[in-house]
Nanobody
Framework: QVQLVESGGGLVQPGGSLRLSCAAS????????MGWYRQAPGKERELVAV???????NYADSVKGRFTISRDNGKNTMYLQMNSLKPEDTAVYYC????????????????WGQGTQVTVSS
């Protein structure tokens, strides 16, 4: 069993900051890419940022220069530092990981967290 648990969401004023965390736990052998996605009401889920096992990063154009993704491989944890938040950043943010479990090291599987709400409003 593998679990991804997000934390750090909440209500923040425009221009403010939040830091999201995603902790992966369970029977994990190795984690490849990890990423943050978001889904606003009435919209499709979209990629926000991804980080490889070697810490290479990629960002959606809408968050470049404002958000920073990082990971701590020793703790199986990923972070998203969000600065200069805008109302259009309001969404449920989901953690995603592609990983191998101890019971199936030959194959990679994709896991999702339950999501954390981020609301940017004055």
């Amino acid at each position: 069993q593998v679990q991804l648990v997000e934390s750090g969401g909440g209500l923040v004023q425009p221009g403010g900051s939040l830091r999201l965390s995603c902790a992966a736990s369970g029977s994990i052998f190795s984690i490849n890419a990890m990423g943050w996605y978001r889904q606003a009401p009435g919209k499709e889920r979209e990629l926000v940022a991804v980080v490889s096992s070697g810490s290479r990063t990629n960002y959606a154009d809408s968050v470049k220069g404002r958000f920073t993704i990082s990971r701590d491989n020793g703790k199986n944890t990923m972070y998203l530092q969000m600065n200069s938040l805008k109302p259009e950043d309001t969404a449920v943010y989901y953690c995603n990981a592609v990983l191998r479990t101890r019971g199936s090291v030959l194959y990679e599987y994709e896991y999702w967290g339950q999501g954390t709400q981020v609301t940017v409003s004055s």
